[in-house]
């Protein structure tokens, strides 16, 4: 299971260090074939993007593009296309480092490549999250670094709902 890396943006990212932690989520999800493009780029570009193909004129942290049902779904996964300005961003406010908010990212749109998608209902996202986290979870990264990925107050109130619990901070006094 080949992973290309396509840097369009520089980082201090290992790329050794995030193809191994990538092949890792791959065999989590018993992925044992087909070539995985993963894009580093910039809010710019994923604006570009997301415009494109979701009619979203906003930059994103992730995009997914899967082509499992075209004539060379043997041969490809798909492409995930990452924003480091976002991830940037996402994991100061999370207080973890990019590397850890670009692998959280990976997960994130491996789910969508394998067909989870939070935004079809509450229900569908309380079981990609729990998916994401066990996934991580099996490569070394623990709940904390999630620290609520993405959830926000409206998010939780959907996954509330969906009768999950999902941790909160506690404001010390």
Known sequence: MPVEL??????????????????????????DRGLLVVLLTDDAELRALNKAYR??????????????????????????????????????????????????????????????DHERSPAEASRM??????LLREIGIERDALTARGVTPNRRSQLRRARTPIPTKRKRT
């Open 6 to 31: 396509v840097v369009h943006k520089k980082s201090a990212l290992s790329q050794k260090k995030l193809r191994e932690s990538i092949e890792g989520l791959l065999r989590g999800l018993r992925v």
């Open 55 to 116: 009619k979203k004129d906003k930059p994103t942290d992730v995009l997914s593009f899967n082509f499992s049902a075209g004539p060379a779904s043997k041969d490809v996964l798909g492409d995930l296309a990452i924003s480091l300005d976002t991830a940037a961003r996402q994991a100061k406010e999370r207080g973890h480092s990019l590397f850890t908010e670009v692998v959280i990212l990976c997960a994130h749109g491996l789910l969508h490549l394998r067909g989870y």
């Open 129 to 134: 999250l729990r998916r994401e986290r066990r």
